[in-house]
């Protein structure tokens, strides 16, 4: 249902034809205004549906605030389009979020020494030896088996999480 104070009851021809009746088709002329401007908010709408980290919760502000951020993330990928129109390697969205999260991780570790907790996940992606995440195989008992998380049971972390189904693939170290 739609409503509006600018336009009126009438019909106006599509210009599009009926596959069953052969007959031009008709809608109301507010119906087809709005599809007629609708392209710009609908392919937000499915910039928005890509890569999406909105996750249930009962908190209406959490939700809202990730919106908001999300929607920022596209606009901004779009004026980086515009920005570089000419250019071929422009990049997609994707990569677009990847640089982002980098840029913003980076300027987060520059401002802030490391703290404990921190050093020991600073420790668990050392460059000279990555670790590379995968599932704990199930076995005969446990279908998803869970260990001992090595970042969240040192001493002093407060973290409520203490197991994971994760490992590193080359040192069988676990962490999530």
């Known amino acids: 249902m739609l409503m509006s104070t ?17 007959e031009l088709e008709e809608k109301p002329e507010i119906v087809h205004e709005y599809n007629k401007y609708m392209k710009g908010v609908d392919q937000v709408d499915m910039y928005l549906a890509f890569y999406s980290f909105n996750r249930k919760t009962l908190k209406w502000w959490k939700r809202a605030a990730t919106h908001l951020i999300h929607l920022t993330r596209v606009q901004a990928h779009d004026l980086y389009k515009k920005e570089n129109r000419g250019n071929k390697n422009t990049k997609s969205l994707y990569d677009f979020t990847l640089c982002l999260i980098s840029s913003l991780l980076a300027d987060v570790a520059e401002k802030k020494g490391p703290s ?21 195989p199930a076995t005969d008992k446990k279908l998803k088996p869970t260990k001992r998380c090595i970042a969240c049971c040192t001493k002093g972390s407060n973290e409520r999480r203490k197991e994971t189904r994760y490992q590193c693939k080359q040192c069988n170290g676990f962490f999530f």
């Open 6 to 22: 600018a336009h009126t009851a009438r019909t106006v021809r599509t210009g599009k034809r009926n596959r069953r009746t052969d």
């Open 116 to 136: 404990a907790r921190q050093h020991e996940l600073l420790r668990l992606s050392h460059k000279d030896n990555p670790h590379f995440l995968e599932s704990i």
